[in-house]
């Protein structure tokens, strides 16, 4: 493997251990709290509904947070695997970016 494709094997690699789910999980709770908004608007505002609607905000930013450490440890493990073929098959085999 040459050092460029090493370079960039290893960027990859750090990238998604990196990714904490952090950016996810804020867009879907933004999402949530637009959503329970528009809901809360119809009705009226009772102690009960403001908790209600935090309850689906927090629920829907730990989804996305989840969502987003699923996809990017899948990523990972992809690289990997697709890394341990590539040192498998030998110095022959051109590495793909």
Same mark, same amino acid.
């Given at each position: 493997?040459?050092?460029?494709?090493?370079?960039?094997?290893?960027?990859?690699? %750090?990238?998604?251990?990196?990714?904490?789910?952090?950016?996810?999980?804020? +867009?879907?709770?933004?999402?949530?709290?637009?959503?329970?908004?528009?809901?809360?608007?119809? *009705? @009226?505002?009772?102690?009960?509904? %403001? +908790?209600?609607? +935090?309850?689906?905000?927090?629920?829907?930013?730990?989804?996305?947070?989840?969502?987003?450490?699923?996809?990017?440890?899948?990523?990972?493990?992809?690289?990997?695997?697709?890394?341990?073929?590539?040192?498998?098959?030998? @110095?022959?085999?051109?590495? *793909? @970016?």
């Amino acid at each position: 493997m040459d050092e460029g494709s090493r370079l960039r094997t290893e960027r990859r690699i %750090v990238l998604w251990r990196s990714v904490c789910g952090c950016q996810t999980g804020a +867009l879907v709770a933004l999402a949530a709290l637009v959503w329970r908004t528009r809901v809360v608007l119809h *009705q @009226p505002l009772t102690f009960s509904a %403001v +908790l209600t609607g +935090l309850g689906w905000i927090f629920g829907a930013a730990l989804v996305g947070k989840l969502g987003g450490l699923a996809v990017a440890r899948t990523l990972l493990v992809l690289d990997l695997i697709r890394l341990s073929q590539r040192l498998d098959s030998g @110095p022959e085999t051109p590495l *793909q @970016p």
